[in-house]
Antibody
Framework: QVQLQQSGAELAKPGSSVKISCKAS????????ISWIKQTTGQGLEYIGY????????NYNEKFKGKATLTVDKSSSTAFMQLSSLTPDDSAVYYC???????????WGQGVMVTVSS | DIVMTQAPLSVSVTPGESASISCRSS???????????VYWYLQKPGKSPQLLIY???NLASGVPDRFSGSGSETDFTLKISRVEAEDVGIYYC?????????FGAGTKLELK
């Protein structure tokens, strides 16, 4: 069965960076992109971007350019998102989701809570 | 950015009755290829969102046929007939026509 297993919760200080992972299983990893979505109570769901798991090409929401960096390791079927220069506004739950041409965001990871606090 | 506006923000439904959730986009989501790029997701309490409806009116795999999606270029409806306890959660519409993909604020469905 398709699964996206994300890394654990992060507690980070303002100005630092975190890198969260999303390990895929149960399907051919390079046949689907991986998207990343931010969820907060105030802003709801925000699309961050996606990565082409075959080529490594990326597509970002302009709002998250410079904040998020998406990478992939095909050998381990894992996608990564690094968040840099963290501020309290970056505190949120971050999801990865499989992105197919017909069925976008059809499988989601369990989410990673990132808390930015001094 | 395309703005997705949902209504109502919350709805309370008696089990066995039906519920409708509306979503309006600030721009037509009908592509020249004939596909309307609006999607519906359900986030059950404590869980990740799950895909319910894709391309406006198509049921995702494993989703009960009590769910249906319809609409035009900018106005969309998710209908749930014979609401069950497992349908409780927050429903989101989303547009995947153009970057940045955007979502509605969500509609919380509760049982009476």
């Amino acid at each position: 069965q398709v699964q996206l297993q994300q890394s654990g919760a992060e507690l980070a200080k303002p100005g630092s960076s975190v890198k969260i992972s999303c390990k895929a299983s149960g399907y051919t990893f390079t046949s689907y992109y991986i998207s990343w979505i931010k969820q907060t109570t105030g802003q709801g769901l925000e699309y961050i971007g996606y990565i082409n798991t075959g080529s490594g090409g990326t597509n970002y929401n302009e709002k998250f350019k410079g904040k998020a960096t998406l990478t992939v390791d095909k050998s381990s079927s894992t996608a990564f998102m690094q968040l840099s220069s963290l501020t309290p506004d970056d505190s949120a739950v971050y999801y990865c989701a499989r992105f197919g041409r017909v069925y976008p965001l059809d499988y989601w990871g369990q989410g990673v809570m990132v808390t930015v606090s001094s | 950015d395309i703005v997705m506006t949902q209504a109502p923000l919350s709805v309370s439904v008696t089990p066995g009755e039906s519920a409708s959730i509306s979503c309006r986009s600030s721009k037509s989501l009908l592509h020249s290829n004939g596909i309307t790029y609006v999607y519906w997701y359900l986030q059950k309490p404590g869980k990740s969102p799950q895909l319910l409806i894709y391309r406006m009116s198509n049921l995702a795999s494993g989703v009960p046929d009590r769910f249906s999606g319809s609409g035009s270029e900018t106005d969309f409806t998710l209908k749930i007939s014979r609401v069950e306890a497992e349908d409780v959660g927050i429903y989101y519409c989303g547009q995947l026509l153009e970057n940045p993909y955007t979502f509605g604020a969500g509609t919380k469905l509760e049982l009476k």
